[in-house]
């Protein structure tokens, strides 16, 4: 349980540097935030350093609620986001109706202890939550972001046989042209089932999230040892304070967390193939995914590491086929060219506030490479210690990068709740085995 | 009472959380925390505390630590206590707080005793030292509060009476004819005015006298050195600390007081000297004499000598009193308790303006906390631990429920249930 301790503690932090200011740079969270990421990484190493003695079911009822508090705190300045601008004529109405089912969700989880139909509760704040989701879907028509708009019609494009790595999307920002969809085309999986039935795209990702805390739930009721002491993660995960905002500003990342999340449930359930073809599905959604099946190399056959590959390129070769040149511009070299953004909470950016230039993109191949390499050597064989040391290489690597945006810091949040549940996995793995061996040795004499 | 101090840290947690983001002013997100955390505090007289919260003295310190590094990672990027500072000392505090957080985070590893000794006094001395700093760098905040605390105890050495003093001229539209505490105040402050010139120095001493007695307290009642070490943290490390001092409120040095008083009270059998330390709060704010009937239930209790030790405090402030009876009234009555509702203030009547800013709400609702006090007084307690939670009740409620209630009162609140959880170990030691 010390590892489920630590996820928690780590979690609260990664928050306190990046929600008051929307992943937007400031000296306070860039220094939490790098600080928090030396902690993992000592944890990492040396886990016998730490020790929690604190009752994980508390730790966690105190977590959900700092949680639910901010997202209320934050409630009023996601509402305000300048980017809608065709509010429906009801926004104040539903305003308030969310600031008040998030009033009552707080004063659920802060009872929450004192609750005896536990599961009963849980299952109404999800309901809950889910509510303010699709209500700020609903009182925000039109956000003015690019990642919004290029996802929309980029869907709208491909439904009517469109390529959306040719399309030119509405004009945002001055001085950069909207002609880029930046993601892979994993995620019309996603996004077009929604069209389909004439639903805003969004509600997929809110679909997706919901998806992941139920089965988050499942499983806590499901596992015995430990089961109950994550039975209030789906809760953290969906109440991310900054979760609305995501949601709001129609970001894709929920999908990836679902994928993740099922790859681990069909490793512990000895799917490699599902596994691998799950992976292979985030790959194709995002780009940088293409490192997370390299963390599975120890466990897994090479074979079946290259279904995830597989996947994602049986799912990209189309677009690439259909037009090269606007593939190559959207998915690589966008990546590999897109200028530093400083006010982002990068390392970068933190480099460039005190010295006035940028770092150089060798030191990060040097970290990116070096971090790799050492997860690697790892001897980890084990889900509670294979998903966090991808989920470490993912944060250390975006982290010194040119930018680490808002959304990414909501995907590391969830990525630690991940590895919160996958750690509490691997300790009922460690527990089944011991108790084979003993079996095994006491019938063996 | 079901409390234990687990169950009493967590509450102070919360609602720390609900007032530090508005600074203690009214938002919608502050007013549900704060309300939530009050109930949950009312409950806990009535309803058993569920095993989840059960006190374990191991996991009470891991709790600890939790708390203060999540503490000081707020205090790091909550900036808006500087906003007097524009100085270099601006980026300096930000590093202070750096260092504390930096320091603080070797909490979750076991250290041998001697750092453990090594880092709290560090720990200590940095928020001390970022105090001293603000004091020292911030000579006139713009608030009245340290304007007539610092005028006033000038002015009575020079022989002036507060009470009919004009102050300077810090808002717009409002006469500076007031000096709303009473005239401990600014006698408790000549000290530090005339050794540092500032009467801030004495809210910094208040603190460490605070540390010390939650120090002692612990000592005392055989809780782990550490424990008591951790407590402290957590008192010291209060997200808005800094700006409650920079700013002259006067709450540090009730708190000190009030932490003063459950140390004699446990301490000493004669009960004059405890029972003074209230009076002395009483002579700094004139609503601390609603500690009154809380004092009855405890273990021990003496009228008598609770009537001698107050004596002394009232003939003090019968003087200022019979200088000039009309100003006196008009400052430490009138204006504090009959000044118009604000409307900015985190409470209940805030809470009804922003829904509806035509409603009219009857004044009698201010009273209403007094219908809790019989409440409260009929439940069974007698122990310190008890005394200061069942009056931070009590006084949340008054808060909450009054014409207004802002941040050094939402702070005097969260540290008095700290102080609960220091002597309701006592309480837990003893059940084992």
């Not at chain 1, 308030?96 to 659920?108: D, E, H, P, V």
Request: with cysteine; glycine share 4%.
């Amino acid at each position: 349980m010390n590892a489920l301790k630590f996820y928690l503690i780590l979690y609260v932090l990664i928050l306190l540097g990046y929600i008051f200011r929307f992943g937007v740079f400031t000296i306070p969270g860039i220094f939490i935030l790098l600080l928090s990421l030396l902690l993992w990484w000592m944890f990492y190493l040396k886990p016998k350093l730490f020790k929690f003695s604190i009752d994980p079911y508390l730790l966690s009822y105190i977590v959900l609620v700092i949680s639910i508090a901010l997202s209320l705190y934050l409630l009023e300045r996601t509402l305000l986001e300048p980017g809608i601008p065709n509010r429906p004529p009801n926004f104040l109405l539903i305003a308030q109706f969310i600031r008040t089912l998030l009033a009552i969700s707080l004063i659920i989880s802060i009872f929450l202890v004192f609750m005896r139909r536990k599961i009963l509760i849980i299952v109404c704040l999800i309901l809950f939550c889910l509510l303010t989701k699709i209500l700020i879907i609903i009182a925000s028509p039109n956000p003015q972001i690019d990642v919004y708009d290029f996802v929309m019609l980029g869907t709208k494009g491909l439904m009517n046989g469109v390529n959306p790595y040719s399309l030119v999307y509405t004009q945002m920002y001055v001085g950069v042209k909207p002609d880029y969809f930046s993601y892979g085309p994993g995620i019309f999986f996603f996004t077009i089932p929604f069209k389909v039935l004439g639903l805003d795209h969004r509600f997929s990702f809110v679909t997706t999230e919901l998806a992941t805390s139920i089965i988050l739930l499942g499983q806590a009721i499901k596992i015995k040892k430990g089961g109950g002491s994550i039975l209030l993660l789906p809760l953290i995960f969906l109440f991310n304070p900054i979760t609305l905002y995501i949601n709001l500003r129609g970001w894709i990342d929920p999908s990836i967390i679902f994928l993740f999340l099922l790859s681990i449930l069909a490793f512990t359930s000895k799917n490699k193939v599902i596994a691998m073809f799950l992976l292979g599905i985030a790959i194709s959604i995002k780009q940088t995914m293409i490192f997370a099946p390299l963390f599975f190399y120890k466990i897994y056959q090479k074979k079946f590491l290259l279904v995830a590959f597989i996947v994602s390129t049986l799912i990209y070769l189309p677009f690439l086929i259909w037009g090269q040149k606007d593939f190559f511009h959207d998915l690589v070299y966008l990546l590999l060219y897109y200028p530093p953004i400083h006010v982002s909470l990068s390392v970068n950016s933190m480099f460039y506030f005190f010295f006035g230039k940028d770092i150089p993109q060798v030191f990060f191949l040097f970290i990116w490479i070096s971090t790799l390499f050492l997860i690697l050597k790892k001897d980890n064989k084990d889900i509670g210690l294979i998903f966090p040391g991808m989920s470490l290489w993912f944060f250390t690597f975006y982290f010194f990068n040119k930018f680490t945006q808002v959304n990414y810091y909501y995907f590391f949040n969830g990525l630690i709740i991940l590895c919160a549940y996958a750690s509490v996995l691997g300790e009922n793995k460690t527990y089944k085995n011991t108790k084979t061996r003993k079996t095994y040795q006491s019938k063996n004499g | 009472m079901n409390s234990n101090p687990t169950f009493l840290v967590i509450s102070y947690f919360f609602l720390v959380l609900g007032y530090i983001f508005s600074i203690g002013l009214y938002e919608f997100s502050s007013f549900w925390i704060v309300t939530s955390v009050f109930v949950l505090l009312l409950s806990s007289l009535f309803i058993k505390l569920p095993k989840t919260l059960n006190h374990d003295a191991r996991a009470f310190t891991n709790l600890l630590s939790i708390l203060i590094v999540i503490s000081i990672a707020i205090t790091l990027y909550w900036p808006k206590e500087f906003y007097e500072l524009n100085t270099v000392l601006k980026p300096l505090q930000f590093y202070i707080f750096l260092t504390a957080f930096i320091t603080s985070l070797t909490l979750f590893i076991d250290l041998k005793y001697q750092y453990k000794k090594f880092r709290f006094i560090i720990l200590l001395a940095l928020p001390v030292i970022s105090q001293v700093l603000v004091v020292v760098n911030t000579p006139h905040p713009k608030i009245d509060v340290f304007d007539i605390l610092q005028g006033a105890s000038y002015g009575i050495l020079k022989g002036a009476n507060p009470y009919t003093m004009t102050f300077n001229q810090i808002y717009l539209n409002i006469t500076p004819d007031y000096f709303t505490y009473m005239p401990l105040s600014f006698l408790i402050n000549i000290p530090s005015r005339i050794i540092f010139g500032d009467v801030r120095f004495t809210s910094i001493a208040s603190l460490l006298v605070t540390c010390l007695v939650i120090y002692f307290v612990g000592k005392r009642q055989k809780i782990k050195e550490e424990t008591s070490m951790l407590i402290i943290l957590l008192f010291i490390y209060h997200p808005l600390l800094t700006l409650i001092v920079g700013e002259g409120w006067l709450d540090p040095i009730l708190v000190a007081l009030f932490a003063l008083f459950g140390y004699l009270y446990l301490s000493h059998t004669n009960k004059f000297w405890s029972y003074f330390m209230l009076a002395l709060a009483l002579g700094i704010k004139q609503n601390m004499f609603l500690v009154l009937p809380f004092l009855v239930k405890l273990k021990s209790f003496n009228l008598q000598k609770l009537v001698l030790a107050y004596v002394p405090i009232i003939l003090i402030i019968l003087l200022f009193f019979t200088l000039s009876p009309q100003d006196f009234i008009s400052d430490v009555v009138k204006e504090p308790f009959f000044r118009n509702t604000r409307f900015d203030a985190l409470t209940f009547y805030s809470f009804l303006y922003n829904l509806n800013p035509s409603i009219q709400i009857p004044k009698i609702i201010f009273l209403l906390p007094l219908l809790l006090i019989p409440l409260i007084l009929s439940r069974k307690w007698i122990s310190i631990g008890d005394f200061y939670l069942a009056f931070a009740i009590w006084f949340l409620s008054s808060l909450i429920f009054f014409r207004e209630a802002f941040l050094n009162q939402y702070y005097f609140v969260s540290s008095l249930l700290l102080l609960s959880a220091v002597f309701q170990v006592e309480k837990e030691n003893n059940k084992k």
